[in-house]
């Protein structure tokens, strides 16, 4: 790979002029970390031949998490800036700074992340903003049992839909928990299922993505599945970790390049240095739709990294 791509990102969002509208995806992986490859780690020893793929061809960066509070997370994954407590209110946040640019936001949840997706990720607003909608899906059949496989479905096709839309979203945020919930149950077999179910959805996104010429984000909030066991024992740990997570940058015109970071040694994200932190996704985003960062987002795009 080559690292052209940051400097020419860099002087794009440095010109502050909008570009044209195309999607961008941010889609969120809940419980996907990122660990050495030993056998608490149900992510690395679980079928993933297309993230393994995705990690080999686009751009890839580790950032730092902190703390074990979900919505804390998702609070600094929307304001672009560190949030320590799940109650302070954001003036800013990604979500206004697009509507204020007049910009379609779309947010596709399961509903166990509804208020993570919503009122956290919008810095603790009650209402949608202009130009926002929210679409939610269940893992709940007509038995009304939990069925995580089906929730994964529902929102794989919620996606394809969005991108799909005659009127384009500027913007679709995305969250699958489905990875997190099967590691939280503590059920071992079905972290591994869920991981491998995943992985064959992605190639599906990914293939959408590309087709309709969008960008496409892949991170988490926080990861879980990556660390099943407590060390020395044979104890399921199914707990949120403070492991990094991973972002990776999907689009036609990222495939081969790098962000001017190094790239992960035979595909093994976990010998990377964190490059940032969740702060930093929101800029990001800002970058790649060419749009202005406002002073409140103390995060860095990653393509201002080097």
Do not use: C
């Amino acid at each position: 790979m080559n690292d052209h791509l940051s400097d020419n990102l860099l002087a794009t969002s440095e010109s502050a002029e909008p570009g044209p509208s195309r999607p961008v995806v941010l889609l969120l992986l809940g419980g996907w970390g990122v660990a050495p490859a030993v056998e608490a780690n149900f992510i690395r020893s679980s079928k993933i031949d297309n993230w393994l793929n995705l990690i080999k061809e686009y751009p890839v960066a580790l950032l730092k998490t902190s703390g074990k509070n979900l919505n804390v997370r998702y609070a600094t994954l929307g304001a672009g800036r560190e949030i320590s407590d799940e109650n302070e209110s954001v003036a800013q946040t990604l979500t206004k700074v697009l509507a204020h640019a007049g910009k379609r936001q779309l947010k596709i949840f399961e509903t166990e992340r509804f208020a993570a997706l919503t009122h956290f990720y919008n810095g603790g607003a009650t209402v949608k903003d202009i130009g926002e909608e929210w679409v939610a899906v269940s893992s709940e059949n007509r038995a009304k049992t939990l069925k995580l496989s089906l929730a994964l479905k529902r929102a794989v096709k919620e996606i394809i839909k969005a991108l799909a839309n005659p009127v384009p979203y500027d913007l679709i945020v995305a969250t699958i928990p489905t990875v997190d919930l099967a590691a939280s149950s503590g059920d071992l077999d079905g972290v591994k299922k869920a991981v491998a179910e995943l992985d064959k959805n992605l190639k599906i996104i990914v293939n959408e993505v590309l087709d309709k010429k969008s960008v496409l984000l892949i991170s988490s909030a926080a990861g879980n599945a990556e660390k099943m066991i407590l060390p020395g024992t044979d104890s399921v740990d199914s707990g949120l970790t403070e492991n990094p997570v991973p972002l990776v940058v999907v689009g036609e015109e990222f495939a081969g390049q790098t962000i001017g970071l190094a790239d992960p040694l035979n595909n093994d994200l976990s010998l990377l240095e964190p490059a940032g932190t969740l702060a930093d996704v929101a800029p990001t985003i800002l970058s790649i739709m060419n749009l202005p960062q406002p002073p409140e987002m103390s995060g860095q795009s990653l393509f201002a990294k080097k």
